[in-house]
């Protein structure tokens, strides 16, 4: 069959893919900074793939909004013990300077 057009090849989001790289980054790096265009390119990745059936990336995408969900909930979690803990670091040195 000379002439023939091979079929399109499927495309990947880049949305996706960058979720996907900006949640690394958010886990292991920079959490706030990263995680929230991380969950911004996440959400817009899957609108555009439920959009356009053709996208692929959809596990991408989920990867990267789950692990930009999960440092949003670290530094929540975070900040929310050092918000506990912080007020009790004055007595607590000063029992360390009478100990030891």
């Known amino acids: 069959m000379a002439g023939s057009v ?7 989001s880049r949305l ?3 979720s996907l790289c900006l949640g690394i980054l958010a886990n292991m790096a920079l959490p706030i ?4 265009p991380c969950i911004v ?13 053709a996208l692929l990336g959809r596990k991408s995408a989920l990867a990267g909004l789950t692990l930009g969900y999960v ?5 929540i979690l975070l900040a929310g013990l050092w ?9 607590t040195l000063e029992l360390w ?4």
Do not use: T
């Open 83 to 91: 918000m506990i803990l912080w007020p009790m670091l004055p007595d």
């Open 16 to 18: 996706a893919w960058w």
């Open 97 to 100: 300077k009478r100990l030891y």
């Open 41 to 53: 390119c996440g959400h817009l990745a899957l609108e555009a793939m439920r959009r356009d059936p």
């Open 33 to 36: 900074i990263a995680s929230i």
């Open 6 to 12: 091979p079929p399109p090849l499927p495309r990947q």
């Open 71 to 75: 440092s949003v909930a670290a530094a």
